[in-house]
């Protein structure tokens, strides 16, 4: 049976923007689908910042499979990596880097994740909710607002939702935030059978879910920005707040201590999360508006303005998982994951004996 499928990659800007294009193929019917399924295709390089013109065929090599929401039936979302001539990772391809680090041990400590994913909606330049001259009320009643006056593009959200949910995504849920204009979405681990919430699955998801974005909001005339401090003032940045959890740190014998000692590693490799993390984010991580600067690194409990945040509930119940509060919006979920595995899941890292509950990687 004849099938369209859209191919979508990450280009080779300074922060990766999403690519994509369509092609028919033929898919027999009545089978899951995987993503060998799917035929590698090509592109040109030149003309997504990661080739030039002499020598700028790439290849796109399909890794996870999804159903395509807005074509609706018969129709695929297609999730691929980059690859060069010498059909070798091409160097903008972050997600390599993380497949290599779970298949040679990152995966035996079942890290799961989950990312908090805000953005703000523009219309003429200006976040919604913005007037054409001056600004709108101060901070205060968006987040979490209700009504016209609170809630700026919920359509646009309650669509790119729906969306996310028919092709089969991790979402989690939905939330305005507290700039005007302003939203998050989360995705990640969400306790249903059958779901692994591993670092290279949830950053998949994430990225299809970015694209599902755009392409709502495409259809409402709004533009989506990803940018961690898009209005300068007293007006609070955008970020992509990451809950991490190893099977030691959801142990209720010794979770506390995984935990803690997973915060100490942190501490000791700032600077290296920070370069990982996003471009622009000496603006939003100014000590400011729920944030730690990006000069200092602190742990604390139901702290909002640290590094690393330990949600109240797990400190009381001893076990769980600790949030990342520096990511920005802009980052790339391969490098968040990548670097997250390299300081906590290396050598040494405490680790778990049993089997024990099922992880918690999302934070209210």
């Given at each position: 049976?004849?099938r369209?499928?859209?191919?979508?990659?990450?280009?080779?800007?300074?922060?990766?923007?999403?690519?994509?294009?369509?092609?028919?193929?033929?898919?027999?019917?009545?089978?899951?689908?995987?993503?060998?399924?799917?035929?590698?295709?090509?592109?040109?390089?030149?003309?997504?910042?990661?080739?030039?013109?002499?020598?700028?065929?790439?290849?796109?090599?399909?890794?996870?499979?999804?159903?395509?929401?807005?074509?609706?039936?018969?129709?695929?979302?297609?999730?691929?990596?980059?690859?060069?001539s010498?059909?070798?990772?091409?160097?903008?391809?972050?997600?390599?880097?993380?497949?290599?680090?779970?298949?040679e041990?990152?995966?035996?400590?079942?890290?799961?994740?989950?990312?908090?994913?805000?953005?703000?909606?523009?219309?003429?330049?200006?976040?919604?909710?913005?007037?054409?001259?001056?600004?709108?009320?101060?901070?205060?009643?968006y987040?979490?607002?209700?009504?016209?006056?609170?809630?700026?593009?919920?359509?646009?959200?309650?669509?790119?939702?729906?969306?996310?949910?028919?092709?089969?995504?991790?979402?989690?849920?939905?939330?305005?935030?507290?700039?005007p204009?302003?939203?998050?979405?989360?995705?990640?681990?969400?306790?249903?059978?059958?779901?692994?919430?591993?670092?290279?699955?949830?950053?998949?998801?994430?990225?299809?879910?970015?694209?599902?974005?755009?392409?709502?909001?495409?259809?409402?005339?709004?533009?989506?920005?990803w940018?961690?401090?898009?209005?300068?003032?007293?007006?609070?940045?955008?970020?992509?707040?990451?809950?991490?959890?190893?099977?030691?740190?959801?142990?209720?014998?010794?979770?506390?201590?995984?935990?803690?000692?997973?915060?100490?590693?942190?501490?000791?490799?700032?600077?290296?999360?920070?370069?990982?993390?996003?471009a622009?984010?000496?603006?939003?991580?100014?000590?400011?508006?729920?944030?730690?600067?990006?000069?200092?690194?602190?742990?604390?409990?139901?702290?909002?303005?640290?590094?690393?945040?330990?949600?109240?509930?797990?400190?009381?119940?001893?076990?769980?998982?600790?949030?990342d509060?520096?990511?920005?919006?802009?980052?790339?979920?391969?490098?968040?994951?990548s670097?997250?595995?390299?300081?906590?899941?290396?050598?040494?890292?405490?680790?778990?004996?049993?089997?024990?509950?099922?992880?918690?990687?999302k934070?209210?």
């Open positions: 049976m004849n369209l499928a859209e191919y979508i990659w990450l280009d080779g800007a300074e922060t990766q923007g999403l690519r994509s294009k369509a092609r028919v193929v033929e898919i027999p019917e009545h089978r899951a689908l995987k993503p060998a399924d799917f035929p590698t295709w090509g592109y040109d390089g030149s003309s997504t910042y990661q080739a030039d013109g002499g020598d700028s065929d790439l290849g796109l090599v399909p890794v996870r499979v999804f159903a395509d929401p807005l074509r609706g039936d018969g129709s695929y979302l297609v999730l691929c990596e980059v690859f060069d010498a059909g070798s990772p091409h160097s903008t391809n972050r997600r390599a880097e993380l497949r290599r680090l779970m298949a041990g990152g995966s035996e400590q079942e890290p799961t994740i989950g990312f908090e994913q805000e953005y703000t909606l523009y219309r003429d330049g200006r976040p919604l909710g913005f007037p054409e001259h001056g600004f709108p009320g101060p901070q205060g009643p987040y979490c607002g209700v009504g016209a006056g609170r809630a700026y593009g919920r359509p646009v959200v309650e669509e790119h939702t729906r969306a996310c949910l028919e092709a089969g995504l991790m979402i989690y849920g939905i939330n305005a935030e507290v700039m204009g302003q939203w998050e979405f989360q995705v990640g681990y969400r306790g249903f059978a059958g779901e692994s919430a591993d670092p290279l699955a949830v950053a998949d998801h994430l990225l299809v879910a970015r694209y599902l974005l755009e392409r709502v909001a495409e259809r409402h005339e709004v533009e989506v920005s940018d961690p401090k898009p209005m300068k003032g007293d007006w609070n940045g955008a970020g992509a707040h990451t809950n991490f959890s190893t099977r030691a740190m959801r142990d209720p014998r010794g979770g506390r201590a995984a935990i803690e000692a997973a915060i100490e590693r942190l501490a000791k490799r700032h600077q290296v999360h920070i370069t990982a993390y996003g622009g984010l000496a603006e939003r991580l100014t000590g400011l508006h729920e944030t730690c600067s990006i000069d200092q690194f602190r742990g604390g409990v139901a702290d909002r303005g640290a590094s690393i945040r330990v949600p109240r509930h797990v400190e009381e119940k001893g076990y769980g998982y600790l949030e509060r520096r990511p920005g919006a802009n980052c790339d979920p391969y490098r968040v994951g670097v997250l595995l390299e300081t906590i899941c290396a050598a040494g890292a405490p680790r778990a004996t049993q089997p024990m509950a099922q992880p918690v990687a934070a209210a």
